[in-house]
């Protein structure tokens, strides 16, 4: 990384990449939050400690602008700050807002939305989970059923609110949220893409019901979502009635590209610590061993490189752009076929899970394997991410066994 003098913002002393590296490791070694609890609440109560005083060192939100408490970074810097928060091994956000929901109401959101929402889930005081999908509308959200009607006013009546009702499912940390932002129907059930608005409900409002849904690692990372007649406040509409794809768009870009630089960083370790299991297996002197750990090698260094192209669009143009899928695609994959790798590396010990005294490494391989089966289904499915890569980027004819309108861009 380059040492040359870099001044971020106006104001600030003068600092050079490397002196800049020094001071966030510094930081990060000298106030590492200690060992993950096992309980949850004590686990969710350490984390969000954790996000506090991260913030209050002004040490949060590498991309975010200052004016809402990040900390404006340079793109060298915001490649420096990704890797060395991933090798300190300290928790990550909480809930799915900071990459997906943020930029979504930085673009879109009134100034009242953004002095009141963007801060608190920066430090961690409010946690924030997304309510896309439905049980008949994954990736065609299009189609999406939970309604919306309006009542007690004008769209714009800051006495108006929407009544909503319906259900969401595959909710990542919806359990622990405070705050849901959710696409919901209020046009009729025709309108498809035309009738959508994005709103936020409070996760803890009467007729909000969250249940959790238990996966193959016997973990509930996933929640389904209900609303029984939830009031909400049309001030918490983000854009304007019906017109919430564009806000969709935005967010699924983000979500597709968030953390691209982070999974480089996170993977750089997972792969050295196969390579020492491979080591301790006596498996490095079998060609096909090795020349499969030569493969992932090449990928990580793939992965770092197109996570440092995504956080450059981002900067240059705002947004992601269809690419975005190009990395989620690459990086779902390759952490399926990593783990496939070294489930069979364990040979028999490849089918002990977490809670046999005989696992290798606590069964964390094989918990990875599990976990993984989900990642070309999340963030929009890999058929999906091959559409959009196909028509978007590489510019082929479109699939014509998908809708004209209203798909995912």
């Not at 799915?96 to 963007?118: C, D, H, M, N, V």
């Not at 919306?148 to 919806?174: F, T």
């Not at 309108?191 to 409002?205: E, F, K, P, T, V």
Request: aromatic fraction near 8%; proline fraction near 6%; hydrophobic fraction near 35%.
């Amino acid at each position: 990384m380059t040492t040359a003098t870099v001044r971020d913002l106006p104001g600030d002393p003068v600092e050079t990449d490397a002196a800049f590296r020094d001071r966030l490791r510094a930081f990060l070694r000298e106030h590492h939050p200690g060992r993950r609890p096992k309980d949850t609440v004590d686990r969710l109560a350490w984390q969000k400690q954790w996000l506090s005083s991260l913030y209050d060192a002004g040490f949060a939100g590498p991309s975010w602008p200052r004016e809402y408490g990040g900390m404006g970074l340079s793109f060298a810097r915001q490649v420096i700050y990704q890797e060395e928060y991933t090798k300190a091994r300290v928790p990550g956000p909480l809930g799915t807002g900071l990459g997906i929901a943020a930029p979504t109401i930085i673009k879109y959101g009134s100034e009242e939305q953004k002095q009141r929402y963007l801060r608190p889930m920066l430090r961690g005081d409010m946690v924030w989970a997304q309510g896309y999908s439905e049980p008949e509308a994954g990736s065609d959200l299009p189609s999406l059923r939970t309604s919306a009607k309006r009542v007690g006013g004008g769209q714009d009546d800051p006495g108006a609110e929407y009544v909503v009702n319906g259900q969401k499912v595959w909710n990542s940390a919806a359990d622990i949220a405070d705050i849901l932002f959710t696409l919901v129907r209020t046009g009729t059930p025709e309108s498809r893409q035309d009738g959508i608005s994005y709103l936020l409900i409070d996760a803890h409002a009467p007729g909000v019901t969250v249940r959790p849904l238990r996966d193959l690692t016997g973990d509930a990372h996933f929640c389904e979502i209900f609303f029984a007649d939830v009031r909400v406040p049309v001030a918490d509409r983000v854009g304007t009635e019906n017109g919430g794809w564009p806000l969709v768009r935005t967010s699924l870009g983000h979500e597709r590209a968030a953390g691209a630089m982070n999974q480089a960083a996170l993977y750089r370790r997972v792969l050295d610590e196969l390579i020492e299991l491979a080591r301790e297996r006596g498996a490095t002197t079998d060609p096909i061993v090795r020349d499969r750990l030569a493969d992932f090698e090449t990928r990580v260094w793939i992965m770092r490189l197109t996570g440092m192209r995504t956080i450059a669009d981002i900067m240059d143009k705002g947004e992601p752009g269809p690419a975005s899928s190009t990395s989620r695609l690459f990086i779902v994959t390759f952490e399926q076929e990593l783990h496939e790798f070294a489930v069979d590396l364990l040979g028999a010990y490849g089918a002990l899970d977490r809670t046999d005294p005989h696992a290798i490494q606590r069964g964390r391989w094989v918990w990875g394997f599990l976990r993984t089966r989900a990642s070309t289904i999340g963030a929009g499915t890999a058929e999906i991410q091959r559409n959009t890569i196909a028509e978007q980027v590489l510019g082929l004819p479109r699939d014509p066994a998908m809708p004209t309108s209203g798909r995912i861009r």
